[in-house]
């Protein structure tokens, strides 16, 4: 496993080479911040709690998330580098991890950068902030799903657009299955349990309960299970490219 | 035929993918960590016995007008918390607990629903739709319960009021009260007057909840299935009552005891005997409770007005008012009340050699003395009885609840009384001790009318409330009496606040002089424009028609004046929100990212570098 860290640190240096990285938080910060403040109201509803901040998660990273990782495998195929990368002595498993690891930390730095946040509500008055780093742990979790999937999707083609609008429509659905538009399709002749069912396949059902300060084991599960079957595609997918 | 094995891999992990999720949905249920500070998502113990016990399955219906409550955050975060910790419920119940979360819409069938099931609903004004946030339980025996409204105020007893509603949903019987006392609680004929009364307030209000047995103090035995027991001012018991009482404290039974070293309130007593009219304190002495028989309380703080014989309004240093700072906040018997009344109290405490716990209910002032109850009977005159207030004051405890292991106030059972089961010990006494019986008279707490021939009880202290809360509370379960008071969800922006009152402070004055400069203005504008003519028109020179006009001029300017004091108060927190804007979209990015470019200079991040250090 040792392989893959290196590609990892290998990957995270190759994001800071270029503007991408540097694109990406900015946008990530003002974004949240945007939207927090217009969007959610984080001043005039007057709690001092982080809720407006993490509510908008699952919609900036369905955009920014495949934006960062449709290079990922498009790229190397375009270009070529996949053969050079592939006659290195690491197996496929450890690129995979490894890219992913790389994207996850820049996922990570990302919102570790978004502290002035927590420093406003603390200024503020007295959140809880038990909670907030609840919701931090989730966020992360449902943006290393994200992730996956987006690199999964990179992995299908040479073309980086086709890559990211597929990523987009594939998260778009996985946010979607527990909102109220698709789960009142449902309603008319589902009983609960299906309704139930259906919404569990939802990274807003799963994130909600870790936004309001509880880890249960089945939401931690559930981006694990995500993000692992997300990878081990991938890792079919780019084998599979490399015998065609 | 290896692309087939990878689309067939591929389609084995998604079916993979939606079996792993269904299960980890069932099983992995219920091990969570809640990191909230109060621990708000996580059942205690006490729910979860209440949960264990229920027999019959149960609904609950949980009403929240999500749709009109849009804007209302603190009332929407407070239903989020309400709703989850329901789910909670449901979740422990396995299967017992059905949980329906309703949003009656306006118009709609849930909303005739949740009128039926007799919620309350709240008009938020401004030609806002009503908003309801309430819950009703039903089980199958049809026995129904509701909570009209949940009140942000109590937020801290909340798993407390749901868990009740439970309990009382599966124990569908009014609990039994058995009210040992020698006041005429249950009216009837005063042997002084010879008027028939009507029975005591607080007993009315406890005969809605309890089924109550009214047994004298020379009774000689309980009745059977006894819930709770209140001794409420009763003097002398007979042996064989004073047995039946311990031994039901001994086996783990509560106990509320209003013990007083002088009930002034009993007339017949007072005639016949000028001394003390104190209630007996026995068992409470050889359980290791100490009531202060011979001592009166007198609080230099707290005295409420009365009139002296000379007629003017005095303090009287023995008729205490207790505010909200004198009540236990954390108990669910005393959280939410603000005042009441006691008179010649007395204060209670362990003894030395107890071995029992006690949790403070209400206390004095900083600046209360105990006195013989001798020199305090004497003495009629209020201001005298300022005197007998030394230089040190302290504060006692007046009601306290014990708990812990003690002793039986009985060595064996008394030759008339089966002794089979006698108890010598116990680990678990649960005895709530008032020192006053005097509260529990009307004339302390409720104000008597008659309208339209029914009697209308006014309360202007809670001396009532507090009565039902404790007997209430004791009557639970002892799963529902551990809950505990959790802490709170709602968490406003301090700062804002503080700067919002000194800005109101400051301002203030400055509006109330312009308010008054208007005022008069307008007071000199009608004189003017009511003087007229013989003939009824309006007559006006024309220096009176000047007048007007310019008194009109400076109501406009001082109405201008006003809403910029009114806009000044907003402007200094519109500032702070601009800035924390300003702070967090621009200035923080941006800063950031050129910081992190600045390391990744210096770290001298390149791709390329983690290849070469391999070596």
Known sequence: ?244 | MKRFTAASTLILIALLFVGLVIVNNHLFDSARLDLTEGQLYTLSPGTESVIENIDEPVKLYFFFSDTTSKGMTGMRNYAERVKALLREYEKASFGKIKLEVIDPKPFSEAEDDATRFGLTAAKPGDGKEQVYFGLAATNMLDDQLVIPFFDVNKEQFLEYDLSKLLYQLSHATKPKLAMVTDMAVDGGQSPVTGQYQSSMVFFEQLEQIFDIDVIESDMSSLPKDTDVIMLAHAQSLSESLKYDIDQFAMQGGRVIVFADPHFESDMTALMGNRGANSSGTGLLYSWGIDVSPKQVLLDGKLGLDVRSNAGNVVKHPGIIGLGSEQMNREDVITANLESINLSSAGAVSLLPSSTLDMQTLLHSSDDAFLVDIRSYLPTQDPAALQLLLGKNGKQYTIAGYFTGSTVSAFGEAPPMKDGRHFMATTEDLNVMVVADADMLTDRFWVQQSQFFGQTVNSPFANNGDFVSNAVEKMAGSKALISIRSRGKTTRPFTRVETLKRAAQKRLREHEQQLRDQLAATEEELAKLQSQRGQNGALVLTDAQRDTVDSYTEKRVSIRKQLREVQYELDAEIDTLGNWLKFLNIAVAPLVLVVVLFLISLALKLRPGKAYTKRK
């Open chain 1, 1 to 244: 496993m040792m392989n893959a860290l290196f590609i990892a640190r290998r990957e995270f240096a190759s994001f800071f080479a270029t503007p991408v990285a540097y694109v990406f938080i900015a946008i990530f910060l003002m974004m949240s911040s945007i939207l927090t403040f217009f969007v959610g109201d984080l001043f005039s509803r007057g709690q001092a709690d982080l809720l407006p901040f993490f509510n908008f998660h699952a919609w900036l990273y369905l955009f920014l998330v495949p934006a960062i990782a449709m290079r990922t495998w498009a790229e190397e195929r375009r270009s070529g580098t996949i053969e050079l990368l592939m006659t290195l002595p690491v197996t496929v498993t450890e690129a995979v991890v490894g890219k992913f690891i790389a994207g996850w930390a820049v996922l990570l730095l990302a919102l570790m950068l978004t502290f002035p946040l927590w420093l406003t509500v603390n200024y503020l008055g007295h959140p809880d902030n038990g909670v907030i780093l609840a919701a931090y742990i989730g966020s992360w979790l449902m943006a290393g799903a994200f992730l996956a999937i987006s690199m999964c999707m990179s992995a299908l083609t040479r073309n980086q657009v086709i890559a990211f609008v597929m990523a987009v429509v594939v998260c778009f659905a996985f946010v979607l299955s527990g909102s109220d538009i698709i789960l009142s399709a449902f309603s008319g002749w589902a009983d609960n349990s299906v309704l139930d069912t259906v919404a569990s396949f939802s990274f807003l059902t799963h994130f909600e309960a870790m936004s309001r300060g509880v880890l249960a084991l089945n939401d931690v599960i559930y981006f694990i299970l995500v993000t692992g079957l997300w990878l081990y595609a991938s890792q079919i997918i780019v084998e599979q490219n490399k015998a065609a």
